[in-house]
């Protein structure tokens, strides 16, 4: 069987972070979704996306495929329920599809196939919106550690650290030294060669992902992920991070999300609670409006390649886009656009070149070449986000 994760609607609805990627490579949890599903299916996926993303995220066609939402999180009963499935049948529960098995032939065609709809009454996560990222992480960090841990032996850790509970895993390569962890109210999953540094204090439940680092005295509460090759401190609560981004300083994070290729400047703080208590709304790019998020706390949502200077300041319930260099005195507003250069009091378009060229730099820090395909992809970003700059 040939596995596909589509987008569906949602995608729209999870901008900035998905102007980057398809939805099943957000991180949520330990994994991503696509991350998720190939643990569970044993098989290797490929990707129906926009248009522009699509090279670096292929579709393999062959006769038989397999369509599965890449907004949702995969559980045992929900994977069963997929590999029973016969061709022209759609999975479904309520409104949301979420796997249809398609012949090479019906998908080509512009007729719509003939399908039999059966109803999947089980549990299971799906993204909606952007605050579900770090509003659904304590639940996956869960699952995911069920997942990737059941049945094997953690490396052991030093005795230099105060562990309170036993329910944590370090994988190979991890060093831990005087740390305090506890687990008494979630699992803490550490990477293949993370680290945590001295008089660090974390609560679970907590993710490190592999080759990622908490610096000398952080304090973290759950449920935070840190994502891969990621590198923290400070304050952070129930953030997630989903790879190669920096917060190396003293500031504090909450209720937020940041991308990839992201960096932190020293004592930046993100507001995740209004002075009234009152519910908060994030800008929705699409409908270019404030939406509700159905909480009191929502920090910062940061997408790929976007940095702040030192001492910045965010708004509760900031939106930050793609490409962005952010610096100045005073509280950020609520939106910021996809690749702006300034703050409050001057703000001009960031140069897509430029831009590009900062991204290299970054990446070749980290011994990682740009692709061609990435260029593009902010490239085309460039010009398709000229309407939110004005």
């Not at 990222?133 to 650290?161: A, H, M, V, W």
């Not at 509460?221 to 300083?249: D, Q």
Request: glycine fraction near 8%; proline fraction near 3%; charged fraction near 25%.
């Amino acid at each position: 069987m040939n596995y596909i994760l589509f987008d569906d609607a949602t995608r729209e609805a999870l901008k900035p972070l998905t102007y980057t990627r398809p939805l099943c490579e957000i991180r949520v949890g330990i994994l991503t979704i696509r991350e998720k599903w190939e643990k569970y299916l044993q098989q290797q996926t490929s990707t129906l996306t926009d248009d522009y993303l699509s090279k670096k995220y292929p579709m393999e066609m062959s006769e038989a495929m397999m369509l599965i939402n890449g907004s949702v999180c995969p559980t045992k009963e929900m994977t069963e329920a997929i590999k029973k499935m016969t061709p022209g049948q759609t999975l479904i529960n309520g409104e949301v599809v979420l796997a249809m098995y398609k012949t090479k032939e019906g998908f080509l065609s512009d007729e719509e196939e003939s399908s039999e709809r059966l109803e999947f009454c089980g549990e299971y996560t799906k993204l909606n919106a952007l605050a579900d990222i770090f509003l659904l992480n304590d639940k996956e960090i869960r699952c995911d550690f069920d997942l990737l841990c059941k049945g094997r032996k953690s490396q052991k850790l030093s005795s230099t650290n105060t562990v309170i509970g036993d329910d944590i895993f370090v994988e190979e390569g991890a060093v831990v030294e005087c740390a305090t962890l506890n687990t008494k109210e979630g699992p803490i999953y550490i990477g293949k060669d993370a680290e945590i540094m001295e008089q660090s204090t974390i609560r679970g439940p907590f993710a490190l992902c592999e080759g990622a680092m908490v610096r000398m005295s952080a304090k973290i509460y759950g449920a935070t992920t840190i994502g891969p090759h990621c590198k923290v401190g400070g304050e952070l609560s129930n953030v997630v991070m989903f790879g190669y981004s920096n917060k190396t300083h003293d500031g504090f994070f909450g209720n937020s999300v940041i991308g990839e290729w992201c960096n932190i400047g020293a004592d930046s703080n993100a507001s995740n609670l209004k002075n009234t208590y009152e519910e908060v709304r994030l800008w929705n790019i699409e409908k270019n409006t404030f939406v509700p998020t159905g909480t009191i706390f929502c920090g910062t949502i940061m997408g790929d390649h976007s940095k702040c200077g030192i001492n910045t300041m965010f708004n509760t319930g900031t939106v930050v886009g793609v490409n962005c260099n952010i610096f100045g005195h005073g509280y950020q507003r609520n939106y910021i656009p996809s690749f702006t250069w300034g703050g409050n009091n001057s703000v001009k378009v960031y140069d897509i070149e430029k831009a590009i060229e900062v991204a290299q730099i970054v990446e070749q820090r980290r011994h990682i070449e740009m692709s061609d395909n990435d260029k593009e992809i902010l490239r085309y970003l460039y010009k398709t986000t000229l309407r939110n700059r004005k």
